[in-house]
């Protein structure tokens, strides 16, 4: 090893040490972001960045899960994602579908998050394969964020509760008394979940373009310029650092 690559790991052992002190977010929610800007610069092609930045999911949930983190959401696919060319989509389906499926073969519970109409039948009917031979004990947990908008995931939730108290027999005065914010939360793809502690965001893009944007509410934020191929455990440790050391006052 050379001596940066030393430095390197001596800074890592210092930051993960300095963690202990702290309690680390219980759900951490990443928007895996660069792959083409990264496979551009590295004079590669955008399948080849889509499947560094796969290969870089499982890295990432193998260092949350070794730090305790529970809970991971990961969003793979939005559904602005869904307009880009169909030869990119096509690949994209591929590398997600075999993903999933690396993720759940790591030993993680994996839960679909999104809507699966979106998305074509055949990787629909992997997925749904896929997540019935799932482990549903395992210290960590993947929500994987595929076909996801916040937007939409609002107005399903809303739908769906609706459709509900309609099928209880009330009127619609009664339908919009029994709309709050627990009945709305109770229907989101997130259901019996804990709202995100941390949204980190790579490539410099400082939006969060529709992720979890009812769960977010009282999250917080840390961008990074790194794309997401390029982000290493360090840039991990020290958002994780930079969450620790602030006061979330929640309003109060």
Request: glycine share 8%; net charge negative.
């Amino acid at each position: 090893m050379d001596d940066d690559g030393l430095l390197y790991r001596v800074y890592e052992r210092r930051l993960t040490k300095e963690l202990d002190a702290f309690d680390l977010p219980q759900h951490l929610g990443v928007i895996v972001d660069g792959n083409r800007r990264w496979a551009k610069e590295a004079g590669e092609s955008t399948e080849h960045g889509h499947r560094a930045g796969a290969a870089k999911i499982l890295e990432f949930l193998s260092w949350c899960d070794d730090l305790d983190i529970p809970l991971v959401t990961v969003w793979m696919l939005s559904t602005d994602n869904l307009r880009r060319p169909p030869e990119e989509l096509v690949s994209l389906y591929e590398i997600i579908d075999t993903t999933i499926g690396q993720i759940i073969d790591a030993g993680y519970c994996v839960r679909l998050t999104g809507s699966a109409q979106a998305l074509p039948e055949e990787m629909r009917t992997g997925i749904a394969r896929a997540q019935e031979q799932a482990s549903v004990e395992s210290s960590l947990t993947v929500n994987v964020a595929i076909g996801y908008g916040g937007r939409e995931e609002i107005v399903e939730a809303v739908q769906e509760l609706v459709r509900d108290l309609a099928a209880e027999g009330l009127d619609g005065e009664q339908i919009a008394g029994e709309i709050t914010v627990d009945t709305i939360a109770q229907h989101l793809y997130t259901r019996g979940q804990p709202d995100p502690d941390l949204i980190i965001r790579t490539s410099g893009e400082q939006r969060l373009s529709g992720f979890l944007l009812w769960q977010s509410v009282h999250s917080e934020y840390w961008f990074c310029e790194t794309y997401w191929p390029g982000f290493r455990r360090v840039d991990l440790l020290r958002a994780l650092r930079n969450f620790c050391r602030r006061e979330r006052r929640y309003g109060a």
